[in-house]
């Protein structure tokens, strides 16, 4: 898989979360037109496990309402069973699932307004 990293630093936001000065997690994102897609989600292996995934998905939705947009939009591989527990718990119902790179994504929407 190839990514455009040029574009994505030119048609996405990012922000980071640091912990002293050291950089924990980070989440992606983009705003469209009702929503904002959470494009990434990631969280250094020696931060896990202490809710900054959590707090990522959480400031993404507060931009969203910041931005006056009802939803927030998300989609993870279907093998990653501990991310679809993780978004459920956090208010995240799947709205569909699409053949994906030999796999299957589960896109899921989260109502914030």
Do not use: C, W
């Amino acid at each position: 898989m190839k990514a455009d990293h040029a574009a994505h630093i030119r048609d996405h936001r990012a922000d980071l979360l640091f912990v002293g000065e050291d950089l924990a997690a980070l989440v992606e994102t983009i705003e469209r037109g009702d929503d904002v897609s959470i494009e990434n989600v990631a969280v250094d292996p020696s931060f896990q496990k202490r809710g900054y995934g959590r707090k990522m998905v959480a400031h993404a939705e507060q931009l969203a309402r910041e931005a006056g947009l009802i939803k927030v939009r998300l989609y993870t591989n279907q093998r990653f069973e501990e991310n679809l527990r993780l978004y459920a718990s956090l208010g995240y119902e799947i709205e569909r699932e699409e053949a994906l790179n030999g796999g299957v994504a589960i896109h899921m929407v989260k109502v914030v307004a």
